[in-house]
């Protein structure tokens, strides 16, 4: 075949068949494809191996408080009581926070404290024992809202849980793990047991003790608690603080020496105020007077 005057040979069938076109209608040979496929096969091979893992941290993270801006007690307490202009004295409460260096896996502070300045005194407490006993009467004498033993089962399975605490005499000790309470009052922390001190002999005194106290637990590596209402003075919230930090460093003592446990950070805050990170400090030389502070 000529054209133009060039000679221009055919092309057999077979050659045809080792040719492939592609999209661009340019001939591609199966070589080029194939190498190309094994190319790509490789390439995600390579995405397919499995990452490493990320070592994950033993301990709780805390902030370094080089940089972190920190405030006296007076200073704190004067701007929460900005966040709480117009709240009732009584309603709302100041928070402490205490952060700790701590492992995850580590045992856990838990406690009960009388603070010298009760922060909340109207608890009901419960205390379970035969009912029309001198127990439940020396209890209800000291200040318990409900005694008795069938009549408090009865009402905890009918889910009316109508205290803020509870304990249980050694006589009645064995009906109440009979009337199977642990499920419902042990996610609330009201299961009286003896690892907690709330299974107990002399129900006046451990009833009078609980008034007016507050338990505090660890949580995360934070252990908080109400050191006081809005109208205290700044003098006895820095008592209750006082003996809250105290308690807090005697729990730690007592813990094994494998157990490291150290206060990293103090914040205190209120029900509607932030919180603010002290420094230690009671007053600054710009803190107002204590008596302006007093005064709502």
Same mark, same amino acid.
């Not at 100041?94 to 300045?117: C, E, F, Q, S, W």
């Not at 009979?178 to 299961?191: D, Y």
């Not at 002290?278 to 005064?295: K, M, Y």
């Given at each position: 075949?000529?054209? !133009?005057?060039?000679?221009?040979?055919?092309?057999p069938?077979?050659?045809?068949?080792?040719?492939?076109?592609?999209?661009?209608?340019?001939? $591609?040979?199966? /070589?080029?494809?194939?190498?190309?496929?094994v #190319?790509?096969?490789?390439?995600?091979?390579?995405?397919?191996?499995?990452?490493?893992?990320?070592k994950l941290?033993?301990?709780?993270?805390?902030?370094?408080?080089?940089?972190?801006e920190?405030? !006296?007690?007076c200073?704190?307490?004067?701007?929460?009581?900005?966040f709480?202009?117009?709240?009732?004295?009584?309603?709302s409460?100041?928070?402490?926070?205490?952060?700790?260096?701590?492992?995850k896996?580590?045992?856990v502070?838990?406690? #009960?404290?009388r603070?010298p300045h009760?922060?909340?005194?109207?608890? #009901?407490?419960?205390?379970?024992?035969?009912p029309?006993?001198?127990?439940s009467?020396?209890?209800i004498?000291?200040?318990? @809202?409900?005694?008795?033993?069938?009549?408090?089962?009865?009402?905890?399975?009918?889910?009316?849980?109508?205290?803020?605490r509870c304990?249980?005499?050694?006589d009645?000790?064995s009906k109440?793990?009979?009337?199977g309470l642990?499920?419902?009052?042990?996610p609330?922390g009201?299961?009286?047991?003896?690892?907690?001190?709330t299974?107990?002999?002399?129900v006046g $005194?451990?009833?009078?003790?609980?008034? /007016?106290?507050?338990e505090?637990?660890?949580?995360?590596g934070v252990? #908080?608690?109400?050191? /006081?209402?809005?109208?205290? !003075?700044p003098?006895?919230?820095?008592?209750?603080?006082?003996t809250?930090?105290?308690a $807090?460093?005697?729990?730690?003592?007592?813990? @094994?020496?494998?157990?490291?446990?150290?206060?990293?950070? $103090?914040?205190?805050?209120?029900?509607?105020?932030? /919180?603010?990170?002290?420094?230690?400090?009671?007053?600054?030389?710009?803190?107002v007077?204590?008596?302006?502070?007093?005064?709502?």
């Amino acid at each position: 075949m000529a054209l !133009a005057g060039v000679l221009i040979a055919p092309i057999p069938k077979q050659a045809f068949r080792s040719v492939i076109y592609s999209p661009l209608h340019i001939p $591609v040979s199966r /070589g080029c494809l194939q190498s190309a496929s094994v #190319r790509h096969a490789s390439n995600n091979a390579k995405k397919e191996e499995p990452e490493k893992k990320k070592k994950l941290r033993t301990t709780f993270r805390q902030f370094s408080l080089k940089d972190a801006e920190q405030f !006296a007690l007076c200073d704190a307490i004067r701007y929460i009581r900005a966040f709480e202009v117009g709240r009732s004295p009584t309603s709302s409460k100041y928070d402490m926070a205490l952060k700790l260096r701590t492992m995850k896996n580590g045992a856990v502070i838990r406690n #009960r404290l009388r603070l010298p300045h009760p922060v909340n005194t109207s608890l #009901r407490i419960c205390v379970i024992c035969p009912p029309d006993s001198p127990i439940s009467a020396a209890a209800i004498n000291a200040g318990a @809202s409900l005694v008795g033993e069938d009549v408090i089962f009865d009402a905890v399975k009918e889910g009316r849980i109508e205290f803020d605490r509870c304990l249980c005499h050694t006589d009645s000790a064995s009906k109440l793990n009979k009337a199977g309470l642990g499920r419902i009052l042990g996610p609330k922390g009201l299961m009286p047991s003896t690892k907690f001190g709330t299974i107990v002999k002399d129900v006046g $005194v451990s009833v009078k003790g609980m008034i /007016g106290a507050s338990e505090y637990r660890e949580r995360l590596g934070v252990i #908080r608690m109400a050191v /006081g209402q809005l109208g205290f !003075a700044p003098e006895e919230i820095q008592a209750n603080i006082r003996t809250f930090m105290e308690a $807090v460093k005697k729990d730690i003592a007592l813990l @094994s020496e494998k157990t490291s446990k150290e206060i990293h950070e $103090v914040v205190l805050s209120s029900t509607n105020a932030p /919180g603010f990170s002290l420094n230690g400090d009671f007053r600054s030389p710009t803190s107002v007077s204590t008596r302006e502070l007093s005064i709502l």
